[in-house]
T-cell receptor
Framework: DGGITQSPKYLFRKEGQNVTLSCEQNLNHDAMYWYRQDPGQGLRLIYYSQIVNDFQKGDIAEGYSVSREKKESFPLTVTSAQKNPTAFYLC?????????????FGPGTRLTVL | AQTVTQSQPEMSVQEAETVTLSCTYDTSESDYYLFWYKQPPSRQMILVIRQEAYKQQNATENRFSVNFQKAAKSFSLKISDSQLGDAAMYFCAYRSANSNSGYALNFGKGTSLLVTP
């Protein structure tokens, strides 16, 4: 089955620690995205990558970092510089942008700072 | 940046009835795509329907249809014959056809739909 996997489903972090959220897709999609969801805020774009070894900041990139070493993988690191990291994080991928293709979403990771 | 506004934080509908969720957006672009996503309690995002801005005909997917008013920058979702499984958070989203945006989605804040028996 093709799809997007995110791990872990739940993640707990102590203040001052960096944590990495995993996102893997086997859809052969070129573009991948990270969104953050807070109650009442909808989804906001953190980072995106359209090709391997290239990525761009989204609207709320401060305190986050990403890498795109493989087409299938787009991990997100939440650093200690992120002031309020408790949120639900969604990864998505897109086959081709110049068409009304849908973005496919993973099941999400719930991050809680203790 | 394009903004998407959903003015109804919560809506309620009785089973088998029809409900319309509102969405407006702000853009200076002429070519773009609009989407409605559903997020049930599982939190999995599911595409409900999509609309291409250059198409005048409103999109329809079974019980779901849209009213796309390009000049008014309005994109409402109509759910007919509502079912208990339609209960979810619904997000309206805008996507530029311009590659400079990375084809990322701009989301509204969502409308929580409650379906009552």
């Amino acid at each position: 089955d093709g799809g997007i996997t995110q791990s872990p489903k739940y993640l707990f972090r102590k203040e001052g620690q960096n944590v990495t959220l995993s996102c893997e897709q086997n859809l052969n999609h070129d573009a991948m995205y990270w969104y953050r969801q807070d109650p009442g805020q909808g989804l906001r774009l953190i980072y995106y990558s359209q090709i391997v070894n290239d990525f761009q900041k989204g609207d709320i990139a401060e305190g986050y970092s990403v890498s795109r070493e493989k087409k299938e993988s787009f991990p997100l690191t939440v650093t200690s510089a992120q002031k309020n990291p408790t949120a639900f994080y969604l990864c998505a991928s897109l086959a081709r942008g110049g068409a009304p293709n849908e973005q496919f979403f993973g099941p999400g990771t719930r991050l809680t700072v203790l | 940046a394009q903004t998407v506004t959903q003015s109804q934080p919560e809506m309620s509908v009785q089973e088998a009835e029809t409900v319309t969720l509102s969405c407006t957006y702000d853009t200076s672009e002429s070519d773009y795509y609009l989407f409605w996503y559903k997020q049930p309690p599982s939190r999995q995002m599911i595409l409900v329907i999509r609309q291409e801005a250059y198409k005048q005909q409103n999109a329809t997917e079974n019980r779901f249809s849209v009213n796309f008013q390009k000049a008014a920058k309005s994109f409402s979702l109509k759910i007919s014959d509502s079912q208990l499984g339609d209960a979810a958070m619904y997000f309206c989203a805008y996507r530029s056809a311009n590659s400079n945006s990375g084809y990322a989605l701009n989301f509204g804040k969502g409308t929580s739909l409650l379906v009552t028996p």
